[in-house]
Structures are given as C-alpha cells and as structure tokens.
C-alpha cells in the first residue's frame, strides 16, 4: 500500500519480480529495500522446506502402509525419511528444468488423472462404506460422472 503512493503512476510497466523491494528503497531507504528483499529470500527458502519436507514425510507414510516400497519408510538417525527426502528432491530438481509454463501444464494434467482416478474408483466401488450415499445406480452415476470426465479428457 504504501507503494502504490510513492510509486509513479506512468512506471507500472516496471512492476515485475523483485520491484517491491526497489519500492521499499523509495520509501525507506536501501536498507529497507534490502531488508525487503531478505525477508523475501528467507520466506521464499522456508516455503521451499516446507513444502518438501511434508512431501517426503507423505511418501514416508505411504510407505509405511504398504503403498510404496518400504525402503522409503526407513527414517535416518534424527527421525528424518532420507531417502524420501531425496526422491523428492529428484522429483524438484527436474521440475526446474521445465518453464514454468510447462510446470503448470504438467500439475494440471496430473490434477486430470487424479480426477479420473476418482472417478474410476467411485464407478468400480459402488458399495464401498461412504460417509454419504449416492441416491443413484451405477449407470445413473457414470451419466452424471460423463461431462466432468469428458471435460478432464480435452483439457
């Protein structure tokens, strides 16, 4: 907020990644600017961190329930997944090499699958113990089911 007063109007073109700290730099100084662009470091790394650390304990779960193999359920001497940690790793450090175009694309696509995986499993365990019940049968289901899963085709 206090950029949007500070900064000129007729500049918006130069509002891209990292000018919140150059409007930090008009309104307080370098050193707020810096300190801006610290924090976003710091914020940036512990978002990072977390994020992959509560990936690896996931695969670490289901590893542990049989879901995966159990070597990736295995935890190191500080109670860490090791090797959890470093299939997530792998699974980041290719992801850096697409665009984030690409990235998007990709999670929107697994985002597909998991809905028809859903889907799938809905249709192919009608009688499974559900919190609700659908008030229809199978066909029923699948017709109500069919725009969404064509959707999720095209996309």
């Known amino acids: 907020l206090a950029g949007t007063g500070i900064g000129d109007p007729s500049d918006i073109h130069k509002w891209k990644e990292g000018y919140y700290s150059v409007l930090g730099d008009q309104v307080g100084g370098r050193w707020l600017g810096i300190m801006i662009l610290l924090a976003a470091v710091a914020s940036s790394i512990g978002l990072f961190l977390a994020e992959m650390s509560s990936d690896s304990f996931q695969l670490q779960g289901m590893a542990s329930d049989g879901q995966l193999p159990a070597i990736f359920a295995r935890r190191s001497r500080h109670g860490t997944p090791t090797l959890a940690i470093l299939l997530s790793a792998s699974?980041?450090?290719?992801?850096?090499?697409?665009?984030?175009?690409?990235?998007?694309?990709?999670?929107?696509?697994?985002?597909?699958?998991?809905?028809?995986?859903?889907?799938?499993?809905?249709?192919?365990?009608?009688?499974?113990?559900?919190?609700?019940?659908?008030?229809l049968n199978t066909w029923g289901s699948a017709l109500m089911l069919l725009p969404a899963t064509l959707l999720l085709a095209f996309l």
């Open 91 to 135: 699974g980041i450090v290719t992801l850096v090499t697409f665009s984030f175009i690409e990235v998007v694309e990709l999670l929107n696509f697994m985002y597909c699958l998991a809905e028809l995986l859903e889907f799938g499993a809905f249709l192919t365990y009608p009688d499974a113990p559900r919190p609700f019940r659908v008030p």
